[in-house]
């Protein structure tokens, strides 16, 4: 049994069905999942999944270019397992909303979610998974500037960047870069000042509390201070980082050295911030087979 529990837990979360009933409904199909859904079903035994109570936070992340109108939109679409966003039906429909976004000039994500609801419909009934339109954007260039992307491990994450100037190479690196280190803000200018403020509170309060630093004169602590802050917010921005295609240049020198600069960039990777449902699923299949 042991080597169907991942059968059996996919073929649970499609059809709603108890545990042993998937079990059984695999062997009698050869571990077949899609025949065994249509086995639990003829058998009356698969439920109708409250899908609205689900959690959908796996997904992948779709990127669509469009020559003709300058701009590129980036979209996340959000399942319930990884085994459905693997599947060439779920692909299908994140590719297709991706399209759609920039087709239909969709202006929110409200927007969005209701244009592309009938999508949504149709694709449920075929996967059987709460599905989910979470977020999108559109990034346009103007003359003469460049916009690089990048898709990481299959659509978990995505890249959109827009350069100043053209230039095909250094977009696709720094947008390398960015799915990489995850930066939140380009230039340190960027970070809000309050959140400045509020790391310079935490670092003096933590250079009182230091031992070694007590007998420091008020002015080498003030620099002190202010390299702690800095520190702490450069892993966040986007000059600071090492640059992918070059390590030994930060992102801000090989802007510099190719007479370039960021303009903006938008980073999305799949399930970010939606608390996932854990489940011992092994302990309760232990259970119910009463080993």
């Not at 100043?164 to 939140?184: F, Q, R, S, V, Y």
């Not at 509390?209 to 002190?224: M, Y």
Request: proline content about 2%; hydrophobic content about 40%.
């Amino acid at each position: 049994m042991a080597a169907n529990i991942e059968l059996i837990k996919i073929l649970r979360e499609r059809t709603g069905a108890g545990i042993m009933d998937c079990k059984n409904a695999l062997v009698a199909c050869g571990d077949d999942v899609d025949k065994a859904c249509d086995w639990l079903r003829e058998k009356g035994i698969a439920k109708q999944a409250k899908k609205a109570d689900r959690i959908a936070a796996e997904g992948l992340i779709a990127i669509h270019s469009c020559e003709k109108c300058g701009q590129t939109s980036i979209v996340e679409v959000n399942c319930e397992t990884d085994f459905v966003a693997n599947s060439d039906p779920f692909k299908a429909l994140v590719k297709e909303c991706a399209e759609l976004v920039l087709k239909e000039n969709y202006a929110t994500n409200e927007e969005a979610v209701a244009g592309t609801s009938s999508l949504f419909t149709d694709a449920t009934v075929k996967l059987g998974e709460k599905l989910t339109f979470r977020r999108f954007a559109v990034v346009g260039k103007e003359a003469g500037q460049g916009v690089g992307t990048y898709i990481h491990a299959g659509g978990k994450i995505g890249v959109i960047v827009l350069l100043a100037k053209e230039d095909p190479e250094l977009a696709k690196g720094i947008a390398m870069t960015i799915a990489a280190n995850n930066p939140k803000y380009n230039h340190m200018s960027d970070i809000p000042a309050e959140l400045i403020e509020n790391e310079k509170k935490i670092q003096l309060e933590a250079v009182k509390n230091d031992e070694k630093l007590k007998n420091k004169p008020e002015v080498a602590l003030k620099k002190i201070i202010e390299g702690k802050v800095n520190k702490f917010f450069s892993e966040s921005v986007l000059d600071d980082q090492e640059y992918i295609l070059n390590p030994e240049l930060t992102v801000a020198n090989a802007l510099k050295q190719s007479g370039n600069s960021v303009v903006k960039f938008v980073r999305f990777q799949a399930g970010e911030g939606i608390e996932k449902r854990v489940d011992n699923f092994v302990e309760e299949v232990a259970k119910q087979a009463g080993n």
